[in-house]
């Protein structure tokens, strides 16, 4: 498959199955008539490939090299998941990590899991729609506060609300595989 099919696939993936019309409450505590459930397109079997490949080619695009992908847990999990798999068939064999919303309470009492070393180690935060930018900005102080080096942040789908922004406000480059304006776009004849 070539990048332009794995788009058009996925971009119909997360049409049929991710976009949704009613009134919703954003994570960001934005109301909003459009709700884009990413989860039900990163968890579909069919996706994941397509979701790693677009990814890493987005992460390569930008001269990024990472040695680890992870963000905020729950958004991020089956997309970190994704590129880390599919980064085994490029040769680069990316490690994931997730970043917990709170610090655990026992053993470690860490927030992030899946690196047993974080200090010095260059890495791309991942997640799945960007809307603010809250959780993304979040996984990337984290990750800093873990001593890594946070190359950038990349994310599905970006809403178009401020995410963009405020991830690059902190030094960070930042990617998206779509925006809500391509998601929402009328399908072409």
């Known amino acids: 498959m070539d990048r332009l099919d794995d788009r058009s696939r996925l971009k119909e993936i997360l049409r049929a199955h991710s976009v949704m019309r009613g009134?919703?409450?954003?994570?960001?505590?934005?109301?909003?008539?459009?709700?884009?459930?990413?989860?039900?397109?990163?968890?579909?079997?069919?996706?994941?490939?397509?979701?790693?490949?677009?990814?890493?080619?987005?992460?390569?695009?930008?001269?990024?090299?990472?040695?680890?992908?992870?963000?905020?847990?729950?958004?991020?999990?089956?997309?970190?998941?994704?590129?880390?798999?599919?980064?085994?068939?490029?040769?680069?064999?990316?490690?994931?990590?997730?970043?917990?919303?709170?610090?655990?309470?026992?053993g470690r009492e860490r927030y992030l899991e899946g690196l047993a070393q974080t200090a010095g180690v260059d890495c791309v935060i991942l997640d799945d729609v960007c809307t603010t930018g809250g959780s993304t900005v979040t996984a990337i102080e984290r990750a800093g506060a873990a001593g890594m080096n946070v190359l950038g942040a990349a994310c599905v789908?970006?809403?178009?609300?401020?995410?963009?922004?405020?991830?690059?406000?902190?030094?960070?480059?930042?990617?998206?595989l779509f925006t809500m304006a391509e998601l929402l776009a009328p399908r072409a004849g």
């Not at 729950?74 to 917990?100: H, K, T, W, Y």
Request: with cysteine.
């Open 23 to 106: 009134e919703f409450t954003l994570a960001s505590g934005q109301k909003s008539d459009i709700y884009v459930d990413c989860r039900l397109t990163t968890l579909r079997a069919e996706a994941m490939p397509l979701i790693g490949r677009l990814l890493l080619a987005a992460i390569d695009e930008r001269g990024w090299r990472p040695r680890a992908v992870g963000g905020l847990t729950m958004g991020a999990d089956p997309v970190v998941c994704a590129l880390a798999r599919e980064s085994l068939e490029s040769g680069c064999g990316m490690n994931g990590f997730l970043i917990r919303k709170e610090a655990k309470k026992h």
């Open 157 to 176: 789908v970006d809403r178009e609300q401020g995410g963009r922004q405020a991830v690059e406000a902190l030094g960070c480059g930042f990617a998206a």
